[in-house]
Structures are given as C-alpha cells and as structure tokens.
C-alpha cells in the first residue's frame, strides 16, 4: 500500500485557519512567528481572525493556505510519503512535504507568486469558469475555436472528469460560457477569482517568478512529486525547477495526476490542509482508493 500525500490550492482559505494547530503545538507556534518574520508582518492575524474578504487577496490567500498546509504536515507523527502533489499553489506546499524545498525558501517564492499574480491580473482584468459535465475535448475545441478568433481562453483545471475550469479574457470566457451551454454543459458559471490563473495571460508573473526560481536551491526530493504541469512522478530537482516555472501559464492536469499515482500504486490519499475539496476530487477520479484529510 503506497501512501499519497496531496496539497490544496487557492480557493480553500477560511477564518481561523492554523489557530489551533498554533496553540496546540509548540512546533507549529515557531513555525508560524519564523513566518510572520519571513513575511514582514504578522500574516497569522489575518488568518485566525480575518474576515473572509482580507483572506481573499492573493497576497493574503497563497501564503495562508501553503503555511496551513506545510505546518500542518509537520505535526504529524506518521508522516511518511511515498508520493506527493499539490493543486496549483499546492505544489509548493508538496515540495516542502518532499524536502525539495525549504520551508523559508518555499514560502517567500509562494508570497512573490502571489504579488507576481496579483500584478498580472491588473495587467489584463481577465477570469476563470468551471465548466460541469462536458467532455474535455468539447472544451477544448471551443476554447481553441474563440482563441482563434482574437480573444484568449484555454483549458486550466482538469479537477476531476466532468470538471473542467477555463481560463482567459473577460470577453472570451463570457463567449465560451454561452458556447459551452449550447454544447450541452449543465453549467458553465464564472468564478469570483482575481484573473485568469493558468493561462497565457500570466506570463508578465510567470518572468516575474522564474529568477526567483532560478535563484533558489532545490534539493534532491525523499519521493516523486507528481508536477501539474506533466502529471507524471519527478524526482530530478532540476526538472522539477523547470516545470515550477512553467507552471503559471500551463494547465493543471489534477485528474491526470491523480490516475498516474494510482497507476504506480497509491492506494490511500491524504489531504494536507484547509477544507476536502481534493478529497472530493480524488474519489471522483479513482473510485477505488481511501480517501482521508490530516
């Protein structure tokens, strides 16, 4: 039995998030102020007692999640992965998990990404939508069809099949949305999101972040990750800087991840961090498997 650890996104913040992992356990504690000294200010006042619209900042939401998640990770006494994976800003808490990273190192290129996206999505207002009960090339052929016509939008979540999670400009995402219906999609609904995450319209972040990625150590992992951007196990930590870079303006292939580490064995996957969403996602994929948060 291979055990599989797997790392939440943006999406999955909530008031009081941390509080009781930082006032139960002296480890996280220091993790936490070492944060708040990392960061520059006091990122767990936010956390344990904001209000739902200050945890909605990128700036905010990205590190809040990835400390939750990591600090989490380190209270657990059996911790012991064979296989790790994150969704989209998750991967970098899995990257920790799996000691390519340093705690300190992961999260100033997580607070960076954060203020890099930030910075894109003012660059070009654009947004995302889930797209429910469409075959993935219908989608795929409408975006590339609207794309051709001038506007911008591409595939960018595959969370699970029948859950697709497009991505693009303002114009273009409307346009696929009453596309998308008409090719019979049960929904096609706009998300609240600061921009169009995964697509080529964060490239401005992507440049932004790739020196800080070049500048920073990556160390030989203690097991595969299997990265958003190839769905496939890596242990080769230049290759996993390469596809860290890439990640920004390349889909999140979840669904394809999930079904490879069921391939090469895992059989129980645990959710490290704020809320069940890839719990849900995972039991979508892989019926068989066990399915458990920390």
């Known amino acids: 039995m291979k055990k599989a650890y797997v790392f939440p996104g943006q ?19 220091n993790l936490f102020n070492q944060a708040n000294d990392i960061l520059g200010f006091k990122i767990t006042d936010t956390m344990f007692s904001g209000t739902d619209e200050e945890l909605k900042q990128t700036k905010i939401t990205q590190p809040a999640i990835f400390l939750h998640s990591v600090i989490l990770a380190s209270t657990l006494s059996d911790f012991n992965p064979d296989m790790v994976a994150g969704h989209s800003l998750g991967e970098f808490s899995a990257l920790v998990a799996n000691k390519t990273l340093s705690f300190e190192a992961a999260l100033k290129l997580v607070y960076q990404r954060a203020l890099a996206m930030q910075k894109a999505c003012e660059i070009n207002p654009s947004t995302m939508a889930a797209v429910l009960n469409l075959d993935d090339k219908i989608v795929e052929d409408i975006c590339a069809e609207i794309t051709q016509s ?8 595959y969370n699970c099949p029948g859950q697709l999670v497009i991505s693009g400009s303002i114009n273009g995402i409307n346009t696929a949305c009453e596309k998308l219906k008409v090719a019979g999609a049960k929904r096609a609904l706009v998300l609240p999101v600061g921009g169009a995450f995964h697509s080529p319209l964060m490239q401005p972040a ?17 097991c595969p990750v299997y990265q958003n951007v190839t769905a496939n196990a890596v242990i080769n930590p230049i290759e996993i800087q390469q596809n860290l870079i890439a990640q920004l303006t390349a889909p999140v292939k979840w669904t394809q991840s999930v079904i490879q580490m069921t391939n090469d064995g895992a059989s129980h996957f645990t959710e490290v961090g704020p809320g069940k969403v890839l719990q849900g996602l995972v039991k979508k994929i892989s019926p068989n498997v066990e399915v458990s948060g920390a």
């Open 150 to 157: 001038g506007e911008v939008v591409v595939a960018a979540n």
């Open 206 to 222: 992507k440049e932004e972040l790739e020196n800080a990625i070049k500048n920073t150590t990556f160390n030989q992992p203690i």
């Open 11 to 29: 999406g999955s913040q909530f008031s009081g998030m941390g509080k009781d992992l930082y006032e139960n356990n002296l480890n996280a504690k």
